[in-house]
């Protein structure tokens, strides 16, 4: 069985975001061994400089890279990412299943995104939609997507 591996800066503290993320967690473990992983958000001043931005993505990236399994294949969610249909990210999940991918790492940002070193690391960058959504939602939204990708893949109901 696959291994997915959520990293996320930033807690989850409303009901409904946690509520549904559990939900999803538990359809998630029929197809694979979820790990959700929450690291803390740097601290930033109300209206930060653009240096103090970087510098606390450069903090959260090395946090990151310290709880990335090693050899996972890595997407980076962020708005310049590359728009998939939920049956294309189905078909990147196949690939990397066929490919032999034994972990497979998702890295959902700090509000203020990920750092740019990070991104380059990825081997693929993901954006839920041109539309800006709360960072915690995008976690709910990608684990909705990776459980109707495994659903399309088994050829399930749960996909229209």
């Not at 090395?62 to 990210?89: D, F, T």
């Not at 490919?99 to 750092?115: H, M, N, Q, W, Y």
């Not at 990608?142 to 050829?155: C, K």
Request: net charge positive.
């Amino acid at each position: 069985m696959q291994r997915v591996t959520v990293l996320c800066v930033g807690r989850l503290k409303e009901r409904f975001y946690i509520d549904a993320a559990a939900e999803y967690a538990k359809r998630l473990s029929r197809y694979c061994r979820l790990e959700l992983l929450e690291l803390p958000e740097q601290r930033l001043p109300e209206d930060p400089s653009p240096a103090e931005v970087a510098r606390a993505l450069s903090r959260e990236a090395e946090g990151i890279r310290g709880r990335l399994p090693a050899g996972a294949a890595l997407a980076a969610l962020c708005v310049e990412g590359k728009l998939h249909s939920s049956e294309e990210l189905a078909g990147l999940l196949e690939t990397w299943g066929n490919r032999g991918e034994k972990c497979l790492a998702f890295v959902i940002g700090s509000s203020f995104g990920l750092d740019e070193g990070l991104k380059q690391e990825a081997r693929v960058r993901l954006s839920m939609s041109p539309m800006t959504f709360p960072h915690h939602l995008a976690r709910v939204m990608l684990l909705e997507q990776l459980y109707r990708g495994f659903q399309i893949n088994e050829g399930g109901k749960y996909h229209k």
